[in-house]
């Protein structure tokens, strides 16, 4: 069992910059896949980003390639996404979920845990 729960949402102007945090409990969450989605209103969940379980591999969507940074401290439990240039259509909330294997995947039908989410607006 893992459980998570994002933080580091907020309003920010546009170019701005947020780092949101993922923490997790739960003794598998070293060897799990995690994986970034945001959804914003009306539309589907997307995924934004994923990150393998030692973090040796990532992969993003090309919305936010270049902008968007995954990364993972095992230490601490924790998996970052650092957001750079951010535009107003990235505004959306953001869930951090994680799956029951090391191989980083961008379908959210691939993972099993999913955190509450954190509502990030950009402003204009």
């Known amino acids: 069992q893992v459980q998570l729960v994002e933080s580091g949402g907020g309003l920010v102007q546009a170019g701005g910059s947020l780092r949101l945090s993922c923490v997790a409990s739960?003794?598998?969450?070293?060897?799990?896949?995690v994986g970034w989605f945001r959804q914003a209103p009306g539309k589907e969940r997307e995924s934004v980003a994923a990150?393998?379980?030692?973090?040796?591999?990532?992969n993003y969507a090309y919305s936010v390639k270049g902008r968007f940074t995954i990364f993972r401290d095992n230490a601490v439990n924790t998996v970052y996404l650092e957001m750079n240039s951010l535009k107003p259509d990235d505004t959306a909330v953001y869930y951090c979920?994680?799956?029951?294997?090391?191989?980083?995947?961008?379908?959210?039908?691939?993972?099993?845990?999913w955190g509450q989410g954190t509502q990030v607006t950009v402003s204009l």
């Open positions: 979920a994680a799956r029951l294997s090391p191989i980083a995947t961008i379908s959210p039908y691939d993972y099993t845990y």
């Open positions: 739960g003794r598998t969450f070293s060897s799990s896949a």
């Open positions: 990150i393998n379980w030692n973090g040796g591999f990532t």
